[in-house]
């Protein structure tokens, strides 16, 4: 994998920079010669990296990269991935070398052991000595390896001195013996006691200055934990036979235990000691912290023995799985039997093959080994082996699904707006998440695990059933088993992210909320749904794989049916017709309310107002009634609803699959009225909106749906983000035919139609595309969007201008960010706007926007323009070409490029002369 070996190569050179004098190996340039792959390919690896934790990013000029670990070890330790220069990198350089945060380093220290850590660090630098500790947890959950730590800690960050002591009382070795307890724990005069010959220190007086750690503390009793009270309120303890001469002392205390507090200790101790940790079990940690304590136990056992280590997955599988009942103790006593094992077996060999057969036999869990999916290959470690790489690589399922979060990332970022989504960049991310999900269904249905699939599916397909009526939509099969089989791995492994991808993952979360609002309702009902089922806590990136899936699939097609319900008196007449009618229509076009006798219309009125607060009937809605008052409900409707509403009185199961089959031929409400009225004559009554109808603009053209679909594109980039105004592609024979009585002008309040050709709509304002492009339709926009002022006009212009010439671009760059490219041709246009005091029409800057893509391109490229048809220019040229040059001084800057004359002559005669209008693709 080539990510893999630029992170290799990284890692080899990174322990050579010198910040005084950078080599050029360590840019993106460099390393696309040296592994023969374009330069925006290695840099699109070198970000992932860096997005990874695994690379730091210097954004100079040019920019360098260098592997994170090996920088450290050879530097430093740092925090952050991205440097503005180098004097910014080395700013982080700590006063004192040794000045890191240890804590960071523990595995877990920002998800199971995050809080537990905060406790310790706060008791260890309260002023004035810290405060009293008590750290519980079951037996090996590292009681006293935090303890050693804490030490370390205190005397890196010179809350005591470096050579304070560190002293271990263990409680459980008196816990019958009182006497000899204060004896050792306080020290005693001569003639204490029997045999006391001499006096002594005790631990208190060892530990002073430093930190004392009572482990076992439970197994002291009442009378010996009130014999610490004294040091605990006052700071002063008493040798064993001298009350009088108070001796005060500089300790920190550490108490640790493995039992319950409130049954071993008096109220009285556990109030003295004001902050307590609790540690949780090695099961109730994360899976990815078990599967990291693995990693770094048999590196370490590889350090030992000074020979690598190839673990097959069945090893790994069931240390993952296995139950220890004495916690990390019990993982690491494991571990290192079985390393013992295997090296026992190949002491000759260079590699030490860790086979299932090396763990000890009581350690083995069978059941585990026969219905679990594991990976195929063996995994290779030394005590250089990067262990965050295998914690995402190890396995080829969980790459992919990590590989396309990154590539995800990397595509939102690249957005001109990082609350925008424009349409290349999302259609990219909907082809990695097809991608993904074809790999997950095909490459990996053969495996014995289907039963868990089937699981997962059973219940996923029960809660869409539900959220199919809520929502009025229909999921296909595909889509049910592509959504169980992404689950199902992503039960199995959760990614961690960095603190700059979850703002990216929070931002493209809120971008999705907002633009595909319902999508994004339906996911998270999804989720509460199922999670408790299918033993999944749902991630914000799950929600936004599933969001863009469903939008990408269409899920919501059906929001373009007319909406219909049923209104019966009854037990359940109205729920017979809905239902009679669906199975027969065979999907779920009603929706039933069945009455008691005595309701008022009033309250039926509440009814259908909650479901059109929770439905979309942006293309109508049909109320279907059996008799009486219920027809007259529309008198307690709201006056601003923004869609047509029909209301048909003496409903029958006929008329019902009458009006659902014109509802699936997609027929508007008043096709739906004319259709069913003739055959049945029931009485009937339509309320129109008169109020609030959302503004739209219709796009269409004489061609077919598609250009006008790519017409609506280049209008919503454009004005959505300025306007209130909904694009809307229609088809241009249905407008010409029907000259305005379609069903859209009683939904929105449309004020303009753009197109191609004109399909002649009486009070509808026609704008060519043409006109639009060229900026000839600004005064017709500006009448349009009163009270809009000119600025927001041309702000509109300019955007169409670059949207529309982005198009081009993408067809004339193919080494260069097209996004990038654009944007910065933007700033040489304004910039150029500035500093010669005039407006450039459209067709210039769609002319400009075209050949300095390609001009950019070239340059990088090293194959500039050699001539120029009139070489020769006067001094009023020359000005000219300053002023050009000046402008163009960006593109220098950001792609490290010089720009000869004969290519400002050429942009020259783009300004000055005519061009050719450039008609969308």
């Not at 999670?531 to 599933?546: F, M, N, R, V, Y």
Request: glycine share 4%; proline share 3%; net charge negative.
């Amino acid at each position: 994998m080539i990510k893999q070996k630029i992170l290799n190569y990284l890692a080899n050179l990174t322990p050579f920079f010198d910040p005084e004098n950078i080599s050029n190996v360590f840019t993106a340039s460099h390393i696309a010669v040296q592994f023969k792959i374009k330069r925006n390919t290695a840099s699109l690896y070198l970000n992932e990296l860096v997005t990874q934790h695994k690379v730091i990013k210097i954004i100079s000029r040019p920019v360098y990269f260098l592997h994170k670990s090996a920088f450290e070890k050879q530097f430093f330790h740092i925090t952050d991935y991205q440097f503005q220069n180098v004097s910014d990198l080395f700013a982080n350089k700590p006063l004192n070398e040794n000045e890191n945060d240890l804590f960071s380093l523990i595995i877990g220290h920002n998800q199971s052991l995050k809080k537990p850590i905060e406790q310790l660090k706060m008791a260890m630098i309260y002023p004035n000595g810290g405060l009293p500790l008590l750290i519980s947890g079951s037996s090996g959950t590292g009681k006293s390896y935090l303890a050693k730590l804490l030490h370390l800690y205190c005397t890196i960050n010179r809350l005591i001195d470096t050579d304070a002591p560190f002293i271990v009382f263990n409680c459980a070795q008196y816990a019958n013996n009182p006497e000899l307890l204060t004896s050792n724990l306080f020290g005693y005069v001569k003639g204490a006691f029997t045999g006391a010959d001499n006096a002594k220190e005790g631990a208190f007086e060892h530990a002073n200055g430093g930190i004392l750690f009572l482990d076992e503390v439970h197994r002291l009793n009442g009378e010996n934990q009130e014999k610490l009270f004294t040091f605990l309120d006052n700071g002063i303890i008493n040798r064993m036979g001298d009350t009088k001469n108070n001796i005060q002392l500089q300790v920190r205390l550490i108490f640790a235990t493995t039992e319950n507090l409130n049954k071993h200790f008096i109220r009285t101790f556990l109030r003295r000691i004001p902050v307590q940790v609790v540690l949780p079990d090695l099961e109730n940690r994360t899976k990815q912290e078990k599967e990291q304590l693995i990693y770094f136990m048999f590196q370490n056992e590889a350090k030992l023995i000074q020979r690598k280590l190839s673990i097959s997955p069945q090893t790994l599988a069931n240390l993952k799985n296995q139950q220890f009942i004495g916690n990390i103790g019990s993982l690491e006593n494991v571990i290192k039997n079985t390393v013992a094992s295997a090296f026992a077996k190949q002491t000759c060999q260079d590699v030490i093959k860790i086979t299932i057969y090396d763990i000890p036999q009581q350690f083995i869990n069978q059941q585990f080994i026969q219905t679990t999916p594991i990976n195929t290959t063996n995994i290779e470690l030394d005590q250089n082996t990067d262990l965050s790489y295998l914690e995402h690589y190890h396995n080829p399922i969980y790459e992919m699904i990590y590989d396309t979060y990154i590539r995800l990332f990397t595509l939102f970022t690249n957005t001109p707006s990082s609350h925008e989504l424009n349409h290349q960049n999302e259609s990219k991310m909907l082809e990695e998440i097809d991608h993904l999900f074809d790999k997950l269904i095909f490459e990996t249905q053969n495996l014995h695990y289907q039963q868990i699939i089937s699981y997962i599916i059973n219940h996923i397909t029960n809660e869409l059933q539900y959220l199919e009526q809520t929502f009025n939509i229909q999921f296909n099969g595909n889509y049910i088993c592509a959504i169980s089989y992404y689950l199902y791995y992503r039960a199995n492994f959760n990614f961690q992210f960095n603190q700059i991808t979850h703002d990216t993952i929070n931002s493209l979360q809120q971008t999705l909320k907002k633009k595909t609002p319902q999508i994004h309702r339906l996911v998270k009902q999804l989720f509460q749904a199922i999670e408790s089922k299918i033993d999944i806590q749902a991630q914000p990136i799950d929600h936004i794989i599933l969001t863009l899936y469903l939008n990408k699939m269409g899920a919501f097609d059906n929001n373009g049916f007319t909406k219909a319900i049923i209104l019966a008196h009854g037990y359940a007449t109205a729920s017979s017709i809905a239902n009679v009618a669906n199975r027969l229509l065979e999907k779920n076009i009603f929706e039933a309310f069945d009455m008691p006798i005595d309701i008022k219309p009033q309250e039926i009125a509440n009814k259908v107002i909650d479901y059109i607060e929770r439905h979309d009937i942006s293309h109508g809605l049909l109320i279907l009634v059996d008799m009486g008052s219920l027809k007259d409900i529309y008198q307690f409707l709201p006056h601003t609803i923004t869609s047509p509403i029909a209301i048909i009185n003496n409903v029958s199961t006929q008329i019902a699959l009458n009006i659902g089959s014109l509802i699936l031929q997609h027929a508007y409400l008043e096709k739906i009225i004319e259709e069913v009225i003739p055959q049945n004559i029931p009485e009937h009554n339509i309320i129109y909106p008169n109020h609030n109808k959302p503004k739209a603009i219709i796009t269409t053209c004489a061609t077919g749906i598609g250009t006008a679909n790519k017409i609506k594109s280049l209008l919503t980039d454009s004005i959505s983000s300025i306007l209130d105004i909904e694009i809307i592609a229609y088809d241009f024979e249905a407008l010409d035919r029907d000259k305005g009585t379609d069903t859209i002008f009683l939904l929105y309040n449309v004020i303009a139609i753009v197109g191609t050709l004109d399909p002649s709509i009486s009070d509808i304002p026609f704008i060519s595309l043409e006109e639009l492009v060229s900026g000839n339709s600004n005064t017709t926009l500006l009448s349009l969007f009163k009270p809009i002022d000119r600025k927001t006009i041309q702000e509109i212009n300019n955007r169409m201008i670059k949207n529309f010439s982005l198009e081009r671009v993408i067809e004339s760059v193919t080494i260069l960010d097209s996004s990038k490219v654009i944007n910065y041709i933007e700033q040489c246009i304004h910039h150029y706007e500035i500093i010669t005091h005039q407006s450039l029409s459209n067709d210039k800057k769609i002319a400009l926007y075209i050949h300095l893509s390609c001009l950019i391109e070239r340059l990088v490229r090293n194959v500039p323009l050699e001539n120029h048809l009139y070489q020769n220019h006067s001094q009023c040229q020359k000005i000219s070409l300053e002023q050009i040059k000046e402008a163009c001084s960006v593109i220098e800057t950001v792609y490290s490029v010089k720009i000869p004359e004969v290519e400002l002559l050429y942009i020259q005669d783009i300004i000055k002369h005519k061009t050719e209008f450039s008609k969308l693709p």
